[in-house]
């Protein structure tokens, strides 16, 4: 299935409904490093004196981890289905394919930023984005 293409006016309107999605990614990721931070430590903790943990800590921490990875795997699915290409799941980073005087070139926007106002060259990734300075 091709790429669809976006305007930037399109990529900003697209936002209703990509923003939920991303927040929520970025919710859940956030989580799961706290998780997986708490893991960690239950492992330290239950390899030495036990800490006072059991392994009902530890597999409670594992369930909700692969709990947290399926709903984060459908965040990214709902972000395909919309057309956007999901960047960095920590950031919230996506970007919305779209033309710029005839060049493929890839809208920025990530969690936080109130509006799509960036764009790259296919593959330059974030550190290449520039303000959008074209007229649809």
């Known amino acids: 299935m091709p ?17 939920p999605a991303a927040e929520r990614l970025v919710a859940l990721r956030e989580r799961m490093r706290e ?30 981890l692969v709990g947290l990875a399926e709903a984060a795997g459908a965040c990214i699915e709902r972000l395909t289905s919309l057309g956007v290409r999901v960047k960095d799941v920590d950031l919230g980073l996506v970007d919305f394919l779209g033309l710029r005087y005839g060049e493929e070139v890839e809208l920025c926007w990530h ?26």
Not at 3 to 19: H, I
Not at 39 to 53: D, I, K, P, R
Not at 122 to 127: D, K, L, T, W, Y
């Open 3 to 19: 790429d669809r293409l976006f305007t930037p006016d399109e990529a900003n309107s697209a936002l209703e409904e990509v923003r």
């Open 35 to 64: 998780l997986e931070r708490t893991q960690g430590e239950l492992v330290t903790a239950s390899g030495g004196n036990g800490g006072g943990y059991a392994a009902s800590d530890l597999n409670a921490a594992q369930q909700e």
């Open 111 to 136: 969690v936080g930023e109130e509006s799509v106002a960036w764009w790259h060259r296919v593959g330059e990734g974030f550190a290449g984005r520039k303000p959008i300075d074209w007229i649809e």
